[in-house]
């Protein structure tokens, strides 16, 4: 197979080596780590804002940088598309400036067709005159995409493309983002933190650790490789499990694990449909899993979702709140060496509930909280 | 006004127009030079261009005679080959000036380019554009405000202008003798009414620059 994409570059700065080495098919390939690790860097690289100290960088088999044969192409020669973090937009200009910025050595008529047309696959028409401190961080999020695409590009970059979003807005704009990448068809690479944004986004992820990758694969392969766990760790995502899928619809996801049988949400614009039987994972918020209180009478299944029982095992005294480790009352080993979930409780809420007393409790976790990771 | 004030102020205004004029074509390249790149020789260029804002103005004027004056490294060649000097010209008032209000614009310029957030001129550059096209079209643009203020600093700087151009450009009415020179002219012959005069004209002129810089800078913004 021919790769679209091969990336061998290496980097010395003061205090940071870049050395790293992946290729990518066409589709997007997500670049996850903790920041620091170079991810961004990559992409300078990528566009030749920053030259590497050696290496190679072939874009659909056009060589942009060659260190051996002397090849190093500009950005301005590069074709490829740069989404900012924080979107860099132009603020001296409209959208309709922002998005022709690329355009200016075609023909008026030509360039004012194009950026008509990348308004029109976007839905900014309504914002063509507009500056852009007037729009939305969504919309902010379109144009740069918009301008970035309008110049038709060989490979496009995007740096922490939802960072800058506010939570709620961030889940909602990842499937639109996903959406307007398919459907534009372009090889992409996407620089991310977020493990669910990784997985949401990425055909192929790849993972970078202090400047280095210390693992790269399709999306299906990638979650059943133990260093993905490790990475999860690392970049603070607890309870990160598996499970076999039962049943996904639209909006939900049915699956057993360690004997229970669980719901998540599934995303109601891009629903994950894994089939029955196949290997699911995902992950909780230790936050987000609730003791049930004994002393407020008999348990309702309805209001409380995905309910189980386990006995705390451990215990780590965090200052404000406590980290409990819970085996679930389930024959089998553990899913997590010897707890199956971690959970956190206020303080306030071990002392009232007495449970460095009381070990055995019964918890819910609100489907919600439950974060399938799709690998399919 | 006498006839010899009426021709300094003009002449004043005729050496700050063409002083900030200069400043702009010279400094805000070097301005930029100074804020995006990274050169051999660029802390010594950074340096050359300030030290007129610390150096006594006799001093800059000294060097200035020394590099343009008939005998000077620049000016002799010059006097031999075409029999001309700019010592006592009122170009020569146009150079004093010019290299005394640069650092005023040079380091605002400095400031406000260097404030233009670099992701912009990358996005330019990954768009195809040149860094001239892009310094021209998103980080001057951008970087107005401040180049605004930088000429208007330069202006009332090149305006003022004394020690260095008495140094070069010498006080001879008609010729040379700017506002500053001719009041100060007027003070040591004891013409107080002339020199009132020629204060107050200039101070009317300094705030109309100021009052005018400032509606461009709240319209721009």
Aim: net charge positive; hydrophobic share 45%; charged share 20%.
């Amino acid at each position: 197979m021919t790769s679209r994409l091969e990336v061998a570059v290496r980097k010395s700065l003061p205090g940071f080596t870049l050395d790293v080495e992946w290729s990518a098919g066409d589709g997007v390939a997500t670049l996850f780590g903790p920041s620091g690790s170079g991810k961004t860097l990559t992409l300078q690289c990528l566009a030749g804002l920053v030259r590497p100290d050696a290496g190679r960088i072939v874009v659909g088999g056009r060589v942009l940088f060659d260190a051996a044969a002397g090849v190093d192409l500009p950005p301005q020669r590069r074709r490829v598309g740069y989404v900012f973090q924080g979107y860099a937009l132009f603020p001296h200009l409209t959208v309709r400036g922002n998005i022709g910025f690329g355009l200016r050595d075609r023909s008026r008529a030509e360039r004012r067709r194009r950026v008509d047309e990348v308004l029109g696959r976007l839905g900014l028409e309504a914002f063509a005159e507009r500056s852009p401190r007037e729009l939305s961080g969504g919309q902010r999020q379109r144009v740069a995409l918009g301008r970035a695409l309008a110049t038709d590009p060989a490979l496009l970059l995007l740096d922490e493309p939802l960072s800058a979003l506010d939570l709620p807005l961030r889940q909602a704009l990842r499937d639109e983002m996903r959406s307007i990448l398919t459907g534009w068809g372009i090889a992409a690479v996407l620089v991310t933190h977020d493990l669910t944004e990784a997985y949401r986004l990425g055909d192929r992820i790849v993972v970078y650790e202090e400047g280095r990758v210390i693992q790269a694969a399709p999306r299906a392969e990638l979650l059943w490789q133990p260093s993905s766990r490790s990475v999860a760790r690392i970049m603070g995502i607890r309870n990160l499990v598996q499970g076999v899928t039962l049943k996904a619809t639209a909006d939900r996801i049915q699956f057993r694990w360690r004997g229970q049988v669980l719901e998540a949400v599934n995303s109601p614009t891009h629903s994950y449909l894994p089939a029955a039987d196949s290997p699911l994972a995902f992950f909780i918020r230790p936050e987000y899993v609730r003791l049930i209180r004994k002393d407020r009478g008999h348990v309702d299944a309805a209001h409380h979702m995905n309910l189980m029982a386990g006995t705390v095992v451990r215990e780590v005294d965090q200052g404000a709140s406590w980290t409990l480790f819970l085996r679930l009352d389930e024959p089998g080993a553990p899913a997590q060496g010897d707890y199956d979930l971690e959970l956190e409780v206020p303080r306030l809420v071990y002392e009232i509930l007495e449970i460095d007393r009381d070990r055995h409790w019964q918890f819910s976790l609100h489907r919600g909280a439950i974060h399938v990771l799709p690998s399919a | 006004m006498s006839p010899d004030s009426i021709s300094a102020l003009r002449l004043s205004i005729q050496v700050a127009v063409a002083a900030t004029a200069l400043n702009a074509m010279i400094g805000i390249p070097i301005a930029y030079l100074l804020a995006r790149r990274r050169f051999w020789g660029r802390s010594m260029l950074d340096l050359v261009v300030t030290l007129p804002l610390v150096l006594p103005p006799t001093v800059v004027g000294y060097y200035l005679i020394v590099l343009l004056g008939r005998r000077g490294l620049l000016g002799a060649p010059l006097y031999k080959l075409t029999g001309w000097t700019v010592a006592f010209t009122w170009y020569a008032a146009v150079i004093a000036a010019t290299v005394m209000a640069l650092p005023l614009l040079v380091r605002t310029v400095h400031a406000a380019i260097e404030s233009v957030d670099r992701d912009l001129e990358r996005a330019a550059y990954t768009l195809g554009h040149s860094e001239l096209r892009t310094a021209l079209e998103v980080t001057l643009p951008l970087a107005r405000n401040g180049i605004l203020a930088g000429l208007v600093l330069a202006f009332a700087r090149a305006l003022g202008e004394f020690g260095a151009t008495l140094m070069l450009a010498g006080n001879i009415p008609g010729r040379t003798t700017t506002v500053p020179l001719s009041i100060y002219t007027a003070v040591q012959t004891g013409e107080s009414g002339e020199a009132i005069a020629m204060v107050v004209a200039l101070t009317a002129l300094s705030c109309l620059v100021l009052i005018v810089a400032n509606r461009l800078g709240a319209r721009a913004t």
